[in-house]
C-alpha cells in the first residue's frame, strides 16, 4: 500500500486554507495545515513532512522566517511559496537560498498540484541516484574531486525552478549541462529551446526570441511566434549570452523581469512561463565595469551561477577520459585495438587543453587515424601545444624515442636514414603522413640530412 505525500500548508488566509487543502486532499496528499510560522515549527518538530508550503507575507513571522529556520533544522525540506505580486522579489531571494519554486496568487489549483508532484519526482530520483558513470547525457563527468563536488550541485539547481548562469572555457560542455539541468528539472516533459546569441546577428535575434506580427517589417509576410514563447512552461537556454547588444539586454531584462513578451510590431504583450538557462566564456564581471553588460541583467540571469571547471583542473580524469574517446572512435572508424602509449598519456597529462573535452575529442579522432602499428604515439594527436620537452618513450626499441624533444628526435632519425622519410618513419613507428605533418610543422629540411650532403664537394 502506498503512503501518501505528507503536506505541510502555511498560510494567514484561512480561505487559501481550505481551498488548499480540499484540493491536495482529493489529489492523495496527506496534509497538515496551520495558519502561522509558530504552529508550522511545532508540526515539523512532531511530524514527519514531504514538502513545505508557506505564504511569504504572514504576521509575527513571515515564511522567509520560517524558511531561514528550516535551513538549518531541516536543510533537505523542499518549501514551495506562495506569493502576492509585491512579494515575489522575496521568493526569487528564497530560491537562491535553496527553495523549490514560488506560486503566483491567485494560483492555479492543478498547477500547483503538477508542481508538487513532479517536484517530490525529482527529488525520489535525486536521492535515489548515485554518482554518474563516466558519460551521462553527453556530459564527461570523470571521477575527479572537482566533477564530484560539481555533480550534486547541479541535481539540487535541476530541481529547483531558478534561472541559472553556467560558466566556463570554451569546449567544457556548458550546453550539455543546460541539457542535463532540463531533463533532470521539473520541465522535462516541456520544451527545450536552444538560442546561440552569439552566431546570430543582433537584427535577427530579436524577432528569433520574441518573434514578429505580419507586416511588421519587410518580408514579415505571416505572424511568427518567437524562440521565448516556443519555451513556455518548459526551458530556455541562451548560450554565449555575453555577445547580445545592449538593446538586445534591455528587452531580455524586461522579460526577466515580467516573464512577458511583445512580439516587434505588436502592441499586446503574452505572458511566458519559462525557465531561463544562459552560458558564456566570456568575463561579464569585466564587461560589466567596462559598460559592455548590463549589471542588472548580470544579477537576474544569475539566481543560482553553475562554473565547470576547465579540464587542466581535472587532469586525474584525462586517463579515463581518453581510454573512452579512443575505444568510441575505434568503434565508429570500424578499426582494430589501438594501445595509448605510456609516452602519449604523459603528454595528454601535459598537455594545457585550451579547447578542454572539445579540443581532446578531436586530437584522440584524429591521432587514432593517424597513428600506425595500432600504438597512439604523442606526434599522432595533432596538438600545436604539447611541449617539446616531453618526454618520448619507446615502445618499440628503435633507439629513437629517448627523452627529447619531438623535434630533435625526428631530427635523429632523418640523420639516421640519411635524409629517405619513409625509414625515418619506420624508425619512428609513425605513418609517412604523420612525418610529412611535422616535418612541415618543425621547418625541418630532410635534404639537410643527406648522405652526399654530410662531405663537402671539391672543387
Not at 272 to 301: K, P, W
Amino acid at each position: 500500500m502506498n503512503i501518501p505525500p505528507r503536506i505541510l500548508i502555511v498560510d494567514d488566509d484561512p480561505n487559501i486554507l481550505e481551498v488548499l487543502d480540499a484540493r491536495l486532499t482529493a489529489s492523495n496528499f496527506k496534509v497538515f495545515k496551520t495558519c502561522d510560522a509558530i504552529g508550522a515549527a511545532h508540526i515539523l518538530k512532531n511530524e514527519s513532512i514531504d514538502l513545505l508550503i508557506t505564504d511569504i507575507k504572514m504576521p509575527v513571522k513571515s515564511g522567509m522566517d520560517l524558511f531561514s529556520e528550516i535551513q538549518e533544522t531541516l536543510p533537505d525540506l523542499p518549501v514551495i511559496f506562495l506569493t502576492a505580486y509585491g512579494t515575489i522579489p522575496d521568493a526569487v531571494d528564497a530560491i537562491k537560498q535553496g527553495a523549490i519554486d514560488y506560486i503566483s496568487k491567485p494560483f492555479d489549483g492543478r498547477m500547483l498540484v503538477n508542481t508538487i508532484n513532479e517536484t517530490l519526482e525529482a527529488i525520489r530520483i535525486n536521492f535515489e541516484k548515485p554518482y554518474p558513470t563516466l558519460i551521462e547525457d553527453d556530459f564527461y563527468w570523470g571521477e575527479s574531486r572537482a566533477m564530484k563536488a560539481l555533480y550534486p550541485m547541479v541535481r539540487k539547481v535541476a530541481a529547483s525552478n531558478a534561472d541559472v548562469l553556467i560558466l566556463g572555457e570554451s569546449g567544457v560542455g556548458k550546453e550539455c549541462i543546460a541539457k542535463f539541468i532540463h531533463k533532470n528539472s521539473l520541465r522535462k516533459k516541456h520544451p527545450y529551446i536552444v538560442v546561440d546569441c552569439g552566431s546570430t546577428p543582433a537584427g535577427i535575434l530579436e524577432s528569433e526570441l520574441f518573434g514578429h506580427v505580419k507586416g511588421a517589417f519587410t518580408h514579415a509576410v505571416k505572424d511568427k511566434k518567437g524562440l521565448i514563447e516556443a519555451a513556455d512552461k518548459g526551458t530556455l537556454f541562451l548560450d554565449e549570452i555575453g555577445n547580445v547588444s545592449p538593446d538586445m539586454q534591455s528587452r531580455l531584462l524586461r522579460f526577466l523581469e515580467g516573464r512577458k513578451i511583445r512580439q516587434v510590431g505588436s502592441i499586446k504583450e503574452k505572458n511566458v512561463n519559462c525557465r531561463v538557462l544562459s552560458a558564456t566564456n566570456a568575463d561579464i564581471v569585466a564587461d560589466i565595469e567596462t559598460g559592455l553588460f548590463r549589471q542588472d541583467l548580470y544579477y537576474r540571469l544569475k539566481v543560482i551561477t553553475v562554473t565547470i571547471p576547465p579540464l587542466k583542473d581535472r587532469k586525474e580524469d584525462i586517463h579515463a577520459l581518453s581510454t573512452f574517446f579512443v575505444n568510441k572512435y575505434i568503434k565508429a572508424n570500424d578499426l582494430g585495438e589501438i594501445q595509448i602509449t605510456n609516452a602519449t598519456l604523459k603528454a595528454l597529462k601535459e598537455h594545457s587543453w585550451p579547447g578542454n573535452i572539445r579540443e581532446m575529442k578531436n586530437a584522440l579522432e584524429a591521432g587514432i587515424i593517424l597513428c600506425k602499428n595500432n600504438k597512439l604515439q604523442p606526434w599522432d594527436l595533432q596538438l600545436e601545444n604539447i611541449r617539446q620537452t616531453a618526454t618520448m618513450v619507446s615502445e618499440n626499441d628503435t633507439g629513437f624515442s629517448i627523452e627529447a624533444s619531438e623535434k630533435n628526435t625526428i631530427i635523429r632519425a632523418l640523420k639516421k636514414s640519411k635524409g629517405v622519410q619513409k625509414t625515418a618513419a619506420d624508425l619512428l613507428d609513425i605513418s609517412k603522413r604523420a612525418i610529412h605533418y611535422k616535418i612541415k610543422k618543425y621547418h625541418i629540411e630532410p635534404s639537410d640530412y643527406k648522405q652526399n650532403n654530410s662531405v663537402k664537394r671539391k672543387r
